[in-house]
């Protein structure tokens, strides 16, 4: 796989599950946007880019097989749950590519199991089986 040397753009997602059945919460940053970024589709009305948009896809799928990982594993994913994935859009040389990072946050749940049903949620999302060997992927969890 081929290390990104220059990063030109990050999409950023933030996926929270709302509460409500088949439901998620899902925020995008805005590339150069200086105002809050709750307002920040509003006041520029700027148009999310692929990158983002590939990052929103793969954190409402990668959210929702970490419930299928917790159900297997028999760990109780608390509502808290979230999950932030950051896709860069890079260079190496004169070629174009992508790197992304998956981070997990599960408060109150050991840490171990945590990182099994991250872990596990990974072998199970189409997302993350379509990147793996393709691009550059970190995977990270938090409990606290």
């Not at 040397?5 to 509460?19: D, I, M, N, R, Y």
């Not at 520029?44 to 929103?56: D, I, K, M, R, W």
């Not at 840490?111 to 992927?137: F, H, M």
Request: net charge negative; glycine share 8%.
């Amino acid at each position: 796989m081929t290390k990104i040397e220059k990063v030109l753009f990050t999409g950023k997602t933030h996926t929270t599950e709302s509460g409500k059945a088949h439901a998620l919460n899902l925020k995008l940053t805005t590339p150069g946007n200086r105002i809050a970024p709750e307002y920040a589709f509003e006041a520029v009305q700027s148009h999310p880019t692929a990158e983002q948009l590939f990052a929103g896809a793969w954190s409402a799928c990668y959210i929702a097989a970490i419930g299928l990982a917790g159900k297997e594993l028999k760990v109780d994913v608390p509502a808290s749950l979230a999950v932030d994935i950051e896709v860069d859009l890079g260079m190496t040389g004169n070629a174009y590519f992508l790197q992304g990072r998956i981070h997990v946050t599960m408060p109150g749940v050991d840490q171990q199991a945590a990182e099994a049903v991250a872990r596990l949620a990974d072998e199970i999302c189409p997302y993350s089986k379509a990147t793996r060997g393709n691009i550059d992927v970190a995977l990270s969890v938090a409990t606290a």
